[in-house]
């Protein structure tokens, strides 16, 4: 009788424990995959030295407020860690680069940073690159060096590859950082000596194709950098140690650009991103663009800025990308050549485009920001949304602190909680110094009244609303 009821009770026991275990394992699963849902951040664990006074090596705002904001810590001259808070920033940006060259139909991949001398003696650029290239010499004497720029890793890929006309036309990026041993690294990732940038590279059968794989990317960088509420304008451009006979850099103004630009008064005023369409012919929309004057530095001409009156716009521009037909200089030396419908051997005719990825996210800082910090647009915001709890340790605040982080979360919203103890002055010089788009604020008088304050970044306003409004806004 004993043994009977001895088994049962270990049955029992045993059924408890599976099943314990399972809801433990499904409980576990579920966080897990809530956890995924948002990636918001308590600041009291959150990894964010920021800094009060101005850094002194720091001489552009981007660079000032990147320091202070706790996103990112200089290595060595022009070499950056990216904190968690820059991260963020940096991973958004990469995010929106990455769909928009999908969209054209360019493929990704990734290329090593590292790469042969011989590669490079090829094109014959190991010699005319000069001192800019970080060269490396491995351990068994090899010729090596950090890629400054993919032409020759990519052609010489796409050549042991593509065999057939049918292998025409491609377009492949990646986005990698990059080494060039710049003289004089200034401005924090603006000018760095490693920076992150996307290079895509097009193959194409003939001019015809070159130049429509080139129109994609063109139109493809206006609605990039139109995501990142930046006002990019496609100028003219010379095409340096890259080579070809097309090229256009994408500016944006701002005092603390490195060269000085010119444009038609047009490219400022007219909300010309509103007239492309999606649908259009490619050919007319560049030509939109490019028939209104805007050169670089070196491709200026007084002539036609003569002509231009008081249309024309001279200022400082920050290149945030460039793109370059160059035809077959890299196919020929890497013999990028596949046979044609007809037997015929076709060279590939080639670009590239370059989109600098971690200049961006200065650049975005110098066209957005203010006296009290950086005002970071909603689409590459490390968080949307910055909690702020005014009294820590008090029930009330705690506990509707504690449900609008919970429903932020639930709705997917990247939140920021300050639940740490400290003046309110302070949390909220923080909060205006790093930038999130959103500020909730919730303090014993808003808990009493049923309200919190909400604060719009961008414009200032702020609205006494209760939280069951602010989460219906946030969450719209
Ligand atoms: N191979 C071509 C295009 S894939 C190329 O290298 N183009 S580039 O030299 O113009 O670089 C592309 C973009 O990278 C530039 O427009 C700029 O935004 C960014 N970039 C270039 N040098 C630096 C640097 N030293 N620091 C930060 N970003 C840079």
Redesign the pocket.
């Known amino acids: 009788m004993y043994t009977f009821f001895l088994a049962i009770a270990i049955g029992y026991q045993t059924r408890l424990t599976v099943e314990a275990k399972a809801a433990s394992a499904y409980s576990l699963r579920n966080s897990i995959l809530s956890l995924k849902e948002s990636s918001s951040m308590r600041l009291s664990r959150f990894f964010m030295p920021t800094i009060k006074e101005n850094p002194s090596e720091a001489q552009i705002v981007s660079h000032r407020l990147m320091l202070r904001a706790g996103m990112i810590r200089q290595s060595s001259a022009?070499i950056y860690s990216w904190l968690p808070m820059g991260h963020r920033v940096l991973k958004k940006i990469e995010q929106i680069v990455r769909e928009e060259q999908d969209a054209i139909g360019a493929q990704e991949m990734l290329m090593p940073t590292i790469q042969p001398a011989d590669l490079w003696r090829k094109s014959g650029r190991y010699d005319a690159y000069g001192p800019e290239m970080l060269r490396i010499t491995d351990r068994h004497d090899r010729d090596m060096l950090f890629g400054?720029?993919?032409?020759e890793q990519i052609t010489e890929i796409f050549s042991d590859a593509a065999k057939s006309y049918r292998d025409l036309p491609r377009m492949l990026y990646h986005i990698q950082w990059?080494f060039?041993d710049?003289v004089r690294?200034r401005f924090g990732?603006?000018?760095?000596?490693?920076?992150?940038?996307?290079?895509?590279?097009s193959f194409d059968a003939d001019f015809a194709g070159a130049k429509r794989s080139y129109n994609k990317q063109f139109v493809a960088y206006l609605k990039t950098y139109a995501r990142m509420g930046l006002t990019a304008i496609p100028m003219k451009a010379n095409s340096?140690?890259?080579g070809g006979d097309m090229s256009h850099?994408?500016v944006i103004l701002a005092e603390t650009g490195e060269s000085e630009v010119a444009c038609h008064r047009d490219f400022l005023e007219n909300d010309w991103l509103d007239n492309i369409d999606p649908e259009g012919d490619l050919q007319i929309i560049v030509d939109s663009f490019t028939d209104k004057y805007a050169a670089t530095d070196d491709e200026r001409d007084p002539e036609t800025e003569a002509t231009l009156g008081d249309n024309l716009v001279v200022a400082r521009g920050?290149?945030?990308?460039?793109?370059?037909h160059f035809g077959t200089k890299y196919s020929k030396a890497f013999n990028a050549v596949v046979t044609g419908p007809d037997g015929t051997e076709i060279t590939a005719e080639m670009g590239?485009?370059?989109?600098?990825?971690?200049?961006?996210g200065g650049?975005i800082i110098e066209a957005s920001h203010d006296e009290n910090g950086i005002i970071w647009p909603e689409s590459v915001a490390p968080f949307k949304v910055g909690l702020i709890n005014l009294k820590v340790g008090d029930e009330g605040c705690d506990g509707a602190c504690e449900g609008l982080y919970g429903q932020l979360q639930n709705a997917g919203i990247d939140v920021l909680y300050d639940d740490r103890e400290g003046r309110a002055g302070v949390k909220f010089a923080e909060m205006d110094l790093i930038g999130l788009p959103w500020q909730v604020v919730v303090g014993p008088k808003g808990v009493a009244g049923g309200f919190v304050e909400m604060k719009n970044r961008a414009t200032g306003e702020r609205q006494e609303i209760s939280a069951d409004a602010a989460l219906a806004q946030l969450t719209a």
């Open positions: 022009g400054p720029t993919n032409e990059k060039r710049e690294p990732v603006m000018r760095g000596r490693e920076f992150l940038m996307k290079d895509a590279y340096g140690p890259i850099e994408f920050i290149e945030v990308g460039h793109i370059f590239s485009y370059g989109i600098g990825v971690s200049r961006l650049g």
